[in-house]
């Protein structure tokens, strides 16, 4: 592996992807600080470094799932169509027109890169029932690093599933905000800092870049919490954290 990607963090579970000639973007997340309505009521309380109009071209969005405005906002909605592929859940693609629906491991080429479905728990077990469906991404193309994208995943043992399954990730965006509603009560719906480092421990000596962790009022930890419990862990250098809307190439 001699080449490197970028990662250009938009807020939130936003980013910019440049990987083996294609720009990527995950959930996106374009709308201004609001509050959304709904079964559990979220707020955001930060918009986005770039909007919709700065990001730039866009080949493929990599959307974890559609169900919460978190990972799936209004202005986001309007910015599928200007994507050339839209690659989500089966679940995702009954609902929006357009959305191509991948089951867990199933790959879609796109030029040169193997983009393939992870499997993902939004919660503890079985929060499926409540939470929904939600899908990671595994990124391969020759000659480039192994990417992984968490997505909403708050599973470290699936995490270890995908590293024994694929044998080697060079870096992994983790989903790392302790997103909790109190809809499981103590139980987060994505990665914590403890779970995070632990996730890290399982993907080997991947570079960590975490992402989805500030800007909404149910991310229960911070991003300085996260980078403490990396150090406190002796994994201080395997983590690069992103400053919002500045590329970081790895």
Request: glycine letters at 12%; zero cysteines; charged letters at 20%.
């Amino acid at each position: 592996m001699t080449a490197r990607m970028t990662f250009t963090l938009v807020g939130g579970p936003t980013a910019v992807i440049e990987y083996a000639g294609l720009r990527l973007l995950t959930d996106p997340t374009f709308d201004p600080p609001g509050s959304y309505e709904g079964g559990v009521t979220l707020h955001k309380l930060t918009g986005p470094a770039l909007g919709p109009d700065e990001v730039g071209g866009i080949d493929a969005v990599l959307l974890s799932h559609d169900q919460h405005p978190d990972n799936l906002d209004d202005a986001g909605r309007e910015f599928l169509s200007r994507a050339g592929v839209v690659l989500s859940t089966p679940d995702a693609a009954s609902r929006i027109d357009g959305v191509i629906g991948l089951e867990p491991w199933q790959s879609h080429m796109l030029g040169e890169v193997e983009i393939t479905a992870m499997p993902a728990l939004h919660g503890p077990e079985g929060a499926e029932a409540l939470s929904g469906m939600v899908t990671g991404f595994l990124l391969r193309a020759l000659g480039h690093p192994v990417v992984y994208i968490s997505g909403d995943n708050a599973s470290v043992a699936l995490v270890a599933e995908i590293v024994v399954r694929v044998d080697a990730v060079d870096v992994a965006v983790l989903f790392a905000g302790a997103a909790n509603v109190g809809r499981f009560g103590d139980s987060d719906l994505t990665l914590n800092a403890r779970t995070a480092v632990a996730a890290a421990r399982a993907l080997g000596e991947a570079v960590i870049i975490p992402a989805h962790a500030d800007g909404w009022h149910h991310f229960s930890e911070t991003r300085e919490r996260l980078v403490r419990e990396f150090g406190y862990a002796g994994l201080a250098e395997r983590l690069r954290v992103p400053v919002h809307g500045e590329p970081l190439t790895v």
